[in-house]
């Protein structure tokens, strides 16, 4: 199953950091996205992309995360050769993870 | 008890206007916030003010105003906005114009300055920048601006001075929505960390308008969003105590749902027990959001921990110059010949000699957005276009134009059926930050009246 099926998200960036959200439709399939979820899991599915690390902050009253990748978006929004400067589109890429 | 009502007029620089007209017609508010200033906008903004010094302001703000000060006055609805840029005091000159020439009267335009501090930078030149990882000093040469991030104290100022509208340049875009909170309600930091909390939280909600209405939220079969074409801006109605309501004008487009606040708590936040904001550091890790009705959306339990000691300058430099040009392939093959096209351009920039810092081939419609290893497991066997996209940093903009030229030469020079080609060359104003202690910034505010 792809996370897309149960879970959305937005992506926000500042500099060269990048801020993916991860909301279960249902709160009751939040503990099991942090399970199989981890900053790890997220580091290696984004390896090509992200230069960083990725640290993981659980939002547990309201049962969400926020992946907060550094050295994401090609030296930020200013200086980025790539076409999507802001990032925007990385959370649909994360909800195209198999779990 | 009493309550204030603060919708949002603008979630960025360019936003629409008819969702703020909407609010200030139909909104029932007290205050209105348009929140259009984006970090390379203030940049972008000091380069208009260098060209022309009457300059430097929000592009839109004269047609804003048009639309605002009637309905300001008509309704008593104070409008506060950061859309002065590198220039309040101007766009101030400029609202009192448009005022005495629409006939609207009995308004104090306030202009909050002091963010800019390029007349002290050089006591800084010693601090180190965030981003480059030297100090301020080693680029000073390139430094076009420097603003400092403040807080809601010039805005809390002009209201305590009965300002109507409020035009500030650079502040937290939280600072909009926590100067009249403060003014109305007399919250402080030491007093009130739990009001100060969701203070920041409303200016979060509101700092990006539509987006916590259902804009950028919609996803069809997954998360349909209704009459996006009339989305309308989100209203946040606040008591004393901090209760507080998300909600929308009853009629227009879009939704306000525990989803799309969710969404939008999260946007753009490291660590939510300690959201950095000018005025204090808000703590958003026991928020919890509760649908009280439809598009009716109660948030509780932001809290926060003090003020923090330094405060962030973005500091605009020249950096860089980027050429980048475009060209289409389609029909049978088209991957393939779009990846010859890629090549010879990758060889003739060797061959040519152009000097560049960093180079870059996209496949747009393969892996423009997610590079390869994310793209290839989404990508089909056969795509009927594809467009190649080849970009470059360089330090001039000669060899910019080069990068970009050799694009457009593949129509004649390329491989067949190339289609569609575009070349664009941009010299880069990059934004970076340095911090300094919040005591050296010195909040102005000046008032005319109409």
Known sequence: MKLKEIAHSRTGDKGDISNISLIPYDEKDYPMLKEKVTAQRVKEYFSEICRGEVVRYEIDSICAMNFVLDKTLGGGVTRSLAQDKHGKALCMALLEMEI | ?450
């Open chain 2, 1 to 450: 008890m009493k309550k204030i009502r603060i919708g949002s007029g603008a979630g960025y620089a360019g936003d629409r206007i008819e969702p703020a007209v909407e609010l200030m017609e139909k909104g029932n508010l007290d205050y209105i916030m348009f929140e259009c200033l984006a970090e390379r906008t203030i940049a972008i903004g000091q380069q208009d003010k260098m060209k022309d010094p009457s300059k430097g302001y929000n592009q839109l703000l004269e047609a804003r105003m048009r639309k605002i000060l009637p309905l300001a006055k008509k309704n008593g609805i104070k409008v506060i906005t950061n859309m002065g840029a590198a220039n309040p005091l101007s766009a101030a000159d400029v609202t009192v114009a448009i005022a005495k020439e629409l006939g609207v009267t009995g308004l104090k335009i306030a202009a909050v300055t002091g963010d800019d501090i390029s007349k002290d930078i050089a006591k800084y030149y010693g601090n180190d920048v965030l981003e480059l990882g030297c100090p301020l000093g080693e680029i000073k040469e390139s430094v076009l601006s420097t603003n400092v991030y403040c807080g809601a104290d010039g805005i809390i100022e002009a209201l305590e001075n009965n300002a109507d509208i409020i035009i500030t340049g650079r502040v937290s875009d939280p600072a909009l929505a926590i100067g009249p909170l403060v003014h109305e309600f007399g919250w402080n930091v030491d007093d009130n960390p739990n009001q100060m909390g969701q203070a920041v939280l409303v200016g979060h909600l509101l700092e990006c308008g539509g987006q916590v209405t259902g804009g950028y939220y919609a996803d069809p079969g997954y998360k349909d969003v209704p009459n996006l074409e009339i989305l309308g801006f989100p209203i946040v109605e606040i008591d004393e105590t901090g209760k507080l309501l998300v909600t929308k004008v009853e009629g227009s487009g879009g939704m306000v749902t525990t989803d799309t606040c969710k969404e939008q708590m999260i946007y753009e936040i490291h660590n939510p027990e300690k959201y950095m904001t000018p005025d204090v550091i808000a703590d958003f890790s026991h928020v919890t959001f509760t649908q009280a009705g439809k598009d009716v959306v109660r948030a509780e339990h932001a809290a926060s921990h003090g003020r923090p000691e330094t405060l962030k300058v973005s500091v605009g430099y020249k950096d860089c110059f980027i050429g980048e040009g475009e060209i289409s392939y389609g029909g049978s093959n088209c991957m393939n010949r779009a990846k010859l096209a890629a090549d010879i351009v990758e060889k003739r920039l060797k061959l040519i000699g152009v000097q560049m810092e960093e180079y870059r081939t996209d496949f747009i419609g393969y892996n423009s957005l997610y590079k390869n290893q994310i793209s290839d497991k989404l990508a089909p066997d056969h795509f009927s276009e594809i467009r190649v996209r080849c970009s470059g940093r360089t330090k001039d903009r000669a060899n910019a134009a080069l990068i970009a030229n050799e694009v457009e030469a593949l129509y004649t020079n390329g491989p067949a059926g190339g289609a569609g080609a575009t070349k664009k060359v941009s010299e880069v104003v990059s934004i970076c930050s340095i911090f300094v202690p919040r005591e050296i910034v010195d909040i102005k505010v000046s008032y005319q009246e109409v």
